[in-house]
Every structure is written in C-alpha cells, then in structure tokens.
C-alpha cells in the first residue's frame, strides 16, 4: 500500500502558517520528517473528548471542527481549525485527557506526529519549547480577545467580525467578491457566535441589505470587505 505524501498544494499550505513558517529551516524539516500524511473524509474522528493525547496535529488542506457536548446532549461547535494551524500539544505537555471532540469537516488532509516522536522532537530541538509557548501565547490572546467581543459587543457586530475571519482563514478571491470556502450552515455559524440561528439569519439578512454578504445554501460571499469591517465596529 502506498503511503500517502502531501500535495504540492497542501505542503504550502503548511510551510506558509503564521506559526511554522517562523520556525528555523531544520526544525521544520524535523517535524515533517516525523509526522505522517492521514487523509479524513467529512465527519472523520480525530480526537474524542476524554480519551489520551496521542498526537500532535497540523492541518494541511480542509478543517477540523473542534466541539463539545452540551448539558443537553448536543454537539455544539467552538470553533474550525484551518490549514496551517497546529493543535494537541497541550494534552502531550500536561498529560491530561483530551478536553473536546475534533472531527473532519469536509475533506481533510492532517500531518499527525505520534506522542513518542513529538518528545523526541522537544528532546532535540530546544527551539520548539519556545515556540510553542509562543503559539499557545497567542491562543490565550485570541481566546480573551473572543471572550471580550461576547461580553461587550452585539450580535451584529461579532457576526461581521466572524465572517472576516472566515474570509481570510478560507476565502477565495473571485473578482471583486470573496468566496468562503468554508461550507457553513447558519446553525454552525450561530454556535460559534454562542447566538441562535435565527437572530443570526436576521443579522445576515441585514448585512445582505446593505450589499455585505450574499448568503447561499451553504456559503457565505463577502461582496465588500468595508461594508464588513464598518459592521464590526458599530
């Protein structure tokens, strides 16, 4: 059986993320040395709540959806990781079991490093220490970045915040629109604003009004990118 490689498309997309590409030459080629190419289908488990940390993970092309289970039994989504993003070195650091669900949304292509070899990888390269304190600094500031915009903004002006982010996690120019790659329902995207979906079907509409967004079945089109930030800011 052949092992699977990364594409060309799919090793850029990892070599350019904002944390790996800022990682010395031979730290880099260490880490892909190590890690092996898994391809999920939509829907595949990667990681289940509870159970033990295994794996250090990076995403090469798709998106992995993190989420939990809530009082009443539903699965609700926290967020999307992206290509290029690394997650599940917390577990591996603090030996704890895995604090929420991760599962592919859509096709997925994951580099996976086993627990062993991402210890051998801090055992050799004191440079990833520092980097992953610096990565989980700017997890830490995003979270109270997030933590702040639930508190002090409204709904409308977390939403356009939201889809910004979309369109530069997934976007994909098509002339003057922006197209988010990303397939969202409305009730996906009303979990990651902790919103129903029905106010935020209200707010889309609104932002449709103003020559935004265009809504589809299950894609978002940024039609301006000011209209967009104008909308965060209120």
């Known amino acids: 059986m052949n092992t699977p490689v990364l594409t060309i498309e799919e ?18 080629s260490a880490i892909l040395s190590r890690a092996v190419v898994r391809r999920l289908a939509d829907g595949n488990p990667l990681a289940v709540r ?3 940390a295994e ?27 992206e290509p290029g993003t690394w997650f599940g ?3 591996l650091f603090d030996g704890l079991p895995r604090t929420h669900d991760a599962d592919a949304h859509g096709p ?13 990888l801090l055992a050799q390269h004191v440079e990833l220490y520092d980097a992953l304190l610096r ?17 002090t903004r409204p709904l409308q002006a977390r939403l356009a915040r939201q889809i910004l982010l979309l ?4 976007g994909v120019a098509e002339g003057t629109e922006i197209r988010i790659g990303l397939a969202l329902a409305q009730e996906d995207l009303a979990q990651l604003l902790g919103a129903s979906r029905q106010r935020v079907n209200q707010e889309l509409k609104g932002f449709e009004r103003e020559g935004a967004v265009r809504v589809e079945l299950t894609r978002l089109v940024v039609l301006s990118r000011e209209k967009l930030m104008a909308l965060g800011d209120r």
């Open 50 to 52: 509870g159970s033990a």
């Open 89 to 91: 070195d917390i577990a």
């Open 167 to 170: 369109a530069r996690s997934y």
């Open 11 to 28: 090793l850029h997309n990892i070599e350019s993320g904002a944390w790996f590409s800022k990682l010395s030459p031979t730290l880099r």
């Open 55 to 81: 794996e250090w993970c990076g995403v090469a092309s798709g998106a992995v959806r993190i989420s939990s289970v809530s009082l009443s039994g539903k699965q609700v989504t926290l967020t999307y990781a």
């Open 108 to 120: 997925t292509t994951m580099l996976v490093v086993r627990k062993p070899d991402f210890k051998s």
């Open 135 to 151: 990565l989980n600094c700017r997890r830490l500031r995003l979270m109270f970045d997030q933590i702040e915009d639930l508190n």
